[in-house]
């Protein structure tokens, strides 16, 4: 008999007695308020990440542009920054370790948590989400759901081939409960606010 | 393979003082801090720093090690205790840090007010799954080919690390990275590899500390939570060759992000656990808070996840209870930095998926046990354990520690593990923030008895309570027991008090005996004109 | 109302005072108390240490003890919890089940099925803390555990309330177990050790000069740690308080 058989068999001769219903999942309500944004801004810094406020001029990516011009590498999958290598022709993801600088569009935010998420259409490479040194996301206002639920009652978790949410960035706290940033992934995570175009 | 410097990003970083990266940041660093200044309390920091965590200038304690192995010999889990007891510094340090995890996971769930309910849904949608494993079983194995995943079903570890081999072997692969398991500490993957000449690296910071050391896993959310800050820097001085004298946390975490990265982007496989299993689309979930298991997944050109063929769910929505109660439970935070949903391959890539049983179906027909096949691997329980934090995880002798692993590990070897479910004072903490609502506390006492008719008990013990039994149901007998104060404590309570070693009387003082018990006072004051109702 | 007073055995044995102070509570509330002659243990040891089998004739003589009475009571949330939950050694007969259901810990006897609303007689002008015994909180509902998210109560804070002049302070961990633990305390003596010592240190801490307890077998253990640490804490069973102890 194969291994597969074999379990299958065994979880069939040893099912516990009784039935156990699937409960259906009442719709909780949200536990941020009207103000989408700012729940999400405060969670998101909450978690480590920041949310990028508009510039004096009223730039949308006012405050990362120092960051993006003090990278030697950035590597953009949007539009709107125009990076320096392109993420069309990485042949190996490794190719992306030196990386200093993503840009990436998140598919849509999550109030609750200050979470952003990305299918491997926004990352282009997967990889570029933690091979780099900062991510910055670009997240539409109106792209906020408001909790963990409606995130997934999103389409994207049963038709991407990879579906990530990031909540701040990479971040351990493996010796002494001490925080570190830049674990493994990303050092910094950075949300801009700005409308799909 | 690329030495580290081929990752540096700005140029000078060795002339600073031995950092590795030019980004390192100091300790009182802004990104601990919110924009008010305050420290910041997400992930998996403290809320302050450890008042135990020692200075370079204290006297090293050594780090006390596990549970002494001796074959199949019943694990004396009292006596690694005693030792961990025995280094102040490490006890410490190790129960202020769980105890602040217990604390704000307490925090963090008072603040939702459908916390109670969402612990009961979870634990409902794990009792149907389990009771209908063999659909849900077949359904994500469907989809998952459909999705170009190839799926493997594996009897026990030996066959999970069988056939992984096996795939590596098929695609020449001589390095995997991968991201924490227990599944894999289970199946003794690292030991097994190690023999047949493949390199694994563990990139999980704490596990790849406890790889390194040679030791396994103390913790199922912090592997490394009963060392210090200076066993670490021992450890990566003696490994990574990093500055025996520097323990700052956040050279020594730079160090060893700095020497896995050529891992990383060279490895020939990666691989990662699984937190939950989606019957519906055949996706493999995971939760982790360094990325690492997305690096894993991500960059190597061959994929492989191994499941416990326990972390099943239904469908998507159902991400939508447990993925809010996980972080919460383990470390009070809203949700991991990372909660990645692989389902297909990437272009030019291949992914395998390892059904593993070792034991889980088996453990489906213990008919007061198989709830515990609900767990989702928070280590909340072992948070709140006051036995645990007091003797570290290495101190069970075993892949699962802490109360979880007291009710688990009896089903992997009942020898062994025979004393495990002794180790607790069946408070009941690890029950009250299960956050499936496993009756750990229930099971433990349960566990005692089956171990108790199946002779897997010390004789000595058994003796006791035999004697204790006779005593106690013979009034008579009992009443001369204790008829003399003074000699109560020779004879009662005999679970408390009797042993040959007097054990109470090493910690304790012993109680002091009254003049008279409150039988006899009764019996002078009171008994005028019955006794027996 | 006919009251069966269960006197556990190492109440019995080593603190007879909280044996008394139960029975004359009881009795200031009017009730018929009688104290069974024959009585000796609920079984707990035998249980506890997974050896049921030798629990049962201990059980059974327990039942036969105390079988006729409207309500059994006892100054132990420990013994409760094992009557309650665990008195399963024996067949279940009707009259086994009967002494089983009718078995209230003393605290939730006078707060649930008394509903005591005053306490003329007590006075303890002292600062204490309270310890929860864990089987009386988490196995029969003294209070609501810190873990739980729901609404707080606490039955044995609500009663030292009543108590004129007495203090409540509040302890760092107030729900961690103190290490008795039954055998534990025996078997692993080590950690229930340390556990203790970190027990009475944070009562001290907290400025508690009294530790109260529904518990005495808690409270040996507390007072055997604290006397070895060299920590001046006194210990006494909440009976005694809320029968009007002095001190």
């Known amino acids: 008999m194969s291994a597969r058989d074999g379990i299958l068999r065994a979880i069939r001769q040893n099912r516990p007695s009784g039935t156990y219903a699937l409960p259906p999942l009442p719709d909780f309500a949200p536990l941020v308020g009207d103000d989408l944004i700012a729940s999400f801004g405060e969670r998101l810094e909450r978690m480590g990440g920041r949310l990028a406020q508009a510039g004096p001029d009223g730039d949308p990516l006012g405050a990362v542009r120092e960051r993006l011009a003090g990278a030697r590498v950035v590597a953009s999958a949007v539009p709107e920054v125009a990076g320096n290598r392109d993420l069309a022709r990485v042949a190996h993801p490794a190719d992306l370790a030196d990386v200093d600088v993503a840009v990436v569009r998140a598919v849509f935010g999550v109030a609750e948590t200050g979470s952003v998420l990305f299918t491997q259409d926004e990352l282009r490479v997967n990889a570029v989400a933690y091979l780099a040194q900062h991510l910055i996301v670009l997240l539409d206002p109106a792209d906020l759901l408001v909790n963990i639920q409606a995130a997934y009652r999103r389409p994207e978790f049963g038709r991407s081939a990879y579906a990530v949410l990031h909540t701040g960035p990479s971040a351990t706290a493996d010796i002494e409960g001490v925080l570190i940033h830049g674990a493994q992934g990303v050092r910094s995570l950075t949300v801009v606010l700005l409308a799909r175009t | 393979m690329s030495a580290p410097d081929d990752l540096r990003i700005h140029d000078g970083a060795a002339d600073r003082g031995g950092l590795i990266h030019p980004e390192i940041r100091q300790p009182d660093d802004e990104s601990e801090r919110g924009p008010d200044g305050s420290r910041l309390q997400h992930a998996e920091g403290t809320t302050q720093p450890l008042s135990a965590a020692p200075k370079a200038a204290q006297a090293r304690e050594p780090q006390p090690r596990g549970a002494r192995i001796r074959g199949n010999r019943p694990i004396d889990q009292a006596e690694a205790a005693e030792r961990f007891i025995a280094a102040p510094l490490h006890l410490k340090a190790h129960d202020e840090r769980l105890w602040d995890l217990r604390k704000k996971r307490d925090a963090v769930a008072h603040t939702i007010p459908e916390w109670e309910e969402l612990r009961e849904l979870a634990s409902q949608i794990k009792a149907h799954t389990l009771t209908n494993l063999d659909a849900y079983l077949e359904q994500f194995e469907a989809q998952a080919k459909a999705n170009g995943v190839h799926v493997h079903w594996a009897a026990d570890g030996a066959e999970h690390n069988r056939i992984v081999h096996g795939i590596l072997t098929d695609h020449g692969a001589r390095t995997l990275i991968k991201s924490k398991s227990m599944l894999t500490e289970e199946c003794g993957f690292r030991h097994y590899m190690d023999a047949h000449g493949i390199e694994i690296i563990e990139t999980d910071l704490g596990e790849r500390i406890q790889q390194l050391d040679k030791e396994e896993p103390s913790h199922v959310v912090c592997p490394a939570v009963h060392k210090t800050r200076l066993d670490v820097a021992e450890v990566f001085a003696r490994t990574l060759g990093t500055d025996p004298e520097n323990d700052d946390i956040h050279y020594l975490a730079e160090s060893q992000r700095e020497t896995t990265r050529p891992y990383i982007l060279t ?15 055949g996706t493999v979930v995971t939760c982790t808070n360094e990325g690492n298991a997305d690096l894993s997944g991500n960059v190597p ?10 972390k099943l769910i239904p ?53 007061a046990f198989w709830t515990s096949l609900k767990c989702i691997r928070c280590g909340a329980c072992m948070n709140t354990c006051p036995v645990y934090r007091r003797s570290g995880g290495l101190s069970y002798g075993a892949t699962y520690s802490g109360p979880i692993g007291l009710i688990i590990d009896p089903t992997f070897n009942k020898r062994k593990y025979s004393t495990l479910p002794f180790s607790s004072t069946m408070n009941g903490s690890c029950t009250n923030v299960c956050p499936v ?21 010390p004789l000595v013990k058994k003796g006791m309570m035999k004697a204790a039994g006779q005593v106690l149901s013979r009034p008579a007998a009992y ?42 006072w009764y019996k002078q004051n009171r008994a005028k004109t019955d006794g027996a109702a | 109302m006919r009251v069966g007073l269960f006197v556990p055995c ?27 002659f024959d009585q000796t243990c609920c079984g707990q040891p035998m249980t506890n240490t997974g050896c049921h089998a030798e629990a049962a004739a201990t059980e059974a003589l327990f039942v036969r003890n105390f079988t006729g009475f409207d309500y ?17 050694a024996i067949p279940q007969t009707p009259e086994v089940t009967a002494v089983r259901e009718r078995t209230f810990e003393l605290v939730e006897f006078l707060h649930d099925i008394l509903k005591v609303e005053d306490l003329p007689w007590a006075e303890f002008p002292h600062k204490v803390s309270y310890h929860s015994n864990c089987n009386a909180l988490r196995g029969i509902g003294h209070a609501r555990p810190s873990e739980i998210n729901a609404p707080f109560f606490s039955k044995p804070l609500d009663l030292l309330a009543k108590v004129r002049g007495l203090e409540v302070v509040e302890i760092a961990r107030p729900d961690e177990c103190c290490g008795f633990g039954g055998t534990f305390s025996v078997f692993e003596p080590a950690v229930s050790a340390k556990m203790g010592y970190d027990k009475v240190t944070d009562h001290a801490r907290a400025g508690a000069r009294y530790v109260v307890s529904a518990d005495s077998s808690c409270m040996m253990h507390q007072k055997g740690c604290a006397e070895r640490l060299g920590v001046p804490l006194k210990f006494i069973h909440i009976a005694q308080v809320l029968n009007g102890a002095a001190a």
């Open chain 2, 315 to 367: 469908r998507v929505e159902h991400l939508g209870v447990f993925i809010r109660l996980l972080s919460r439970s383990a470390l009070g935070s809203p949700i991991t930095q990372y909660t990645s949903h692989f389902r297909a391959p990437r272009a030019g890539t291949e992914m395998h998926m390892v059904l593993v049983d070792n034991g889980r179906s088996a453990r489906l027909g213990m008919e």
């Open chain 2, 267 to 281: 490895a020939d496989a990666g691989m990662t656990g699984c937190n939950f299993a989606i019957a519906e689309t």
């Open chain 2, 437 to 457: 609502k496993i009756n750990i506390h229930e099971q433990i006492f349960a566990w005692r008895k089956v171990l108790a008719e199946e002779h897997e008990i």
């Open chain 3, 72 to 88: 059994v009571v006892a100054p132990s949330g420990s013994c409760v919890h094992q009557v309650r939950e665990h008195l399963t």
């Open chain 2, 479 to 520: 009443r001369a027991a204790i008829g003399a104060a003074d000699s109560a404590l020779r004879v009662l309570p005999r679970f408390a008090v009797y042993n040959p070693l007097n054990t109470w009387g090493r910690g304790r003082e012993m109680p002091e005996t009254p003049r008279q018990s409150f039988h006899a």
């Open chain 3, 10 to 36: 190492y109440v019995d044995a080593f603190e007879p005072e909280v044996g008394i102070a139960t029975l004359e509570l009881l009795e200031r509330f009017g009730l018929d108390v009688s104290y069974p």
């Open chain 2, 301 to 310: 050109k061959l994929q492989i996840h191994s499941i416990g063929i326990e």
